[in-house]
């Protein structure tokens, strides 16, 4: 009596040929990451067990850092989809377990580094990071917008980039990034959401609906150093600060915090917003910070009947800005760029869809771009890091 080989009995449907190996279904889980902490979930002890049938048929149990962890949809199906890869196998099933509180902390242990302390990651020697705070003098110049826009710019090119909703009273970031989630917990660390691959925290996850913030000076303090200290950022190329209009509280906050925060500002080509706006940057010296330049948002709009630029708000505030900044901190201060007023801009706002993103070659977008390249072009200095050199006697 002919007995079919094992090859011959999976081309017939019978069993696989080659059951898979757990190290083979490990590596594969290896390939997955968290979500929200963007490393591999082997890697967090999130695997809780891997169990395989003789027929192939692959059993995965992982671990969720919190019970209602919005993402459980995601990792599920990640893992059910990088496990069907392996060879051999013929059925994935995912279930799900919670972690500890020792688990938990252990995590959170090792995301800091085994560092038990609160610190601002961006403020210590080592960081690569490049920490831009958006200024500016008065609102309605569009900050929120241009630091949107360039966020979402930068990480289009492949940047890690996060976005820190400063600006406590009047947050708008989520939205102009089109997310409602709700940042995860996990023990005293705050994992956030991310839009367009952009990581971003602002108060406004935190309050129920549109309710206002009634806060004072040692609140906004507090808030700011928690969305530094608190939330797992990660390794990031980028963070943007978007503050408030203002050199209040924020402001010198920012600066106590992160020292080496340097600092854009953004104006109007209306010559009253150029004088405030000029105000707001003056900070940079009391505050020894750097004015990386001035961009000039609503310089002009395109007429709909011709190639003309239609100065509605006046033209020069940004030069103006950037000469007197200047004289006053004694530094080159450039102007990066000037910002059309574009309606696509506004919409995009509204929509949670960033101008570089939905319309990247409009007149905003391609503006908006190219001061987001000039800032990724720039290499972080060697001032303030440490070298892990040791002095030698020796010459």
Not at 230 to 239: I, K, P, Q, R
Request: proline share 7%; aromatic share 2%.
């Amino acid at each position: 009596m002919a007995t079919d080989t094992p090859a011959e009995s999976a081309q017939e449907g019978g069993p696989a040929a080659t059951a898979p190996t757990e190290d083979a279904v490990r590596a594969a889980l290896a390939t997955v990451n968290d979500p929200e902490i963007h490393r591999p979930i082997t890697d967090l002890g999130m695997v809780k067990s891997v169990g395989i049938a003789p027929d192939g048929a692959v059993d995965v149990g992982i671990y969720l850092t919190v019970s209602g962890c919005p993402m459980r949809d995601t990792i599920t199906a990640n893992v059910t989809e990088a496990v069907q890869g392996v060879a051999g196998v013929t059925r994935v099933s995912v279930e799900l377990d919670v972690m500890s509180d020792e688990q938990r902390r252990e995590l959170a242990s090792s995301l800091k580094g085994g560092k038990a302390e609160r610190e601002v990651p961006f403020a210590q020697p080592g960081s690569l990071t490049r920490v831009y705070c958006v200024a500016s003098g008065k609102g309605g110049v569009g900050k929120s917008s241009v630091t949107v826009n360039l966020a979402a710019a930068l990480a289009a090119e492949g940047q890690k980039v996060g976005v820190v909703d400063a600006d406590i009273y009047g947050h708008s970031v989520p939205r102009m990034l089109g997310t409602d989630a709700r940042p995860t917990q996990v023990e005293d660390m705050i994992m956030p959401p991310s839009a367009h691959g952009v990581k971003v925290i602002s108060i406004g996850m935190f309050t129920p609906g549109n309710a206002p913030v009634v806060w004072r000076g040692p609140m906004l303090h507090r808030a700011l150093q928690q969305f530094l200290a608190d939330v797992y950022w990660g390794d990031l190329d980028v963070l943007l600060l978007d503050l408030p209009p203002g050199t209040g509280d924020i402001a010198i906050s920012v600066a106590q915090l992160v020292p080496n925060a340097e600092i854009l500002v953004v104006t109007t080509p209306q010559q009253a917003a150029a004088e405030v706006a000029e105000r707001a940057g003056s900070i940079a010296v009391q505050t020894h910070q750097k004015i990386v330049g001035v961009i000039e948002n609503m310089s002009g709009m395109p007429c709909p009947h011709c190639d003309e630029m239609v100065d509605v708000f006046g033209t020069g505030g940004g030069r103006q800005v950037a000469e007197g900044l200047t004289r006053t901190t004694g530094a080159e201060v450039p102007v990066l760029g000037g910002i059309p007023i574009d309606l696509r801009l506004r919409e995009g706002g509204d929509e949670g869809k960033p101008v570089v993103l939905s319309d990247p070659d409009s007149p905003a977008g391609a503006a908006l771009r190219d001061v987001a390249g000039k800032l990724a072009a720039r290499q972080r200095g060697l001032s303030g890091m440490s070298l892990g050199l040791t002095p030698s006697n020796k010459f």
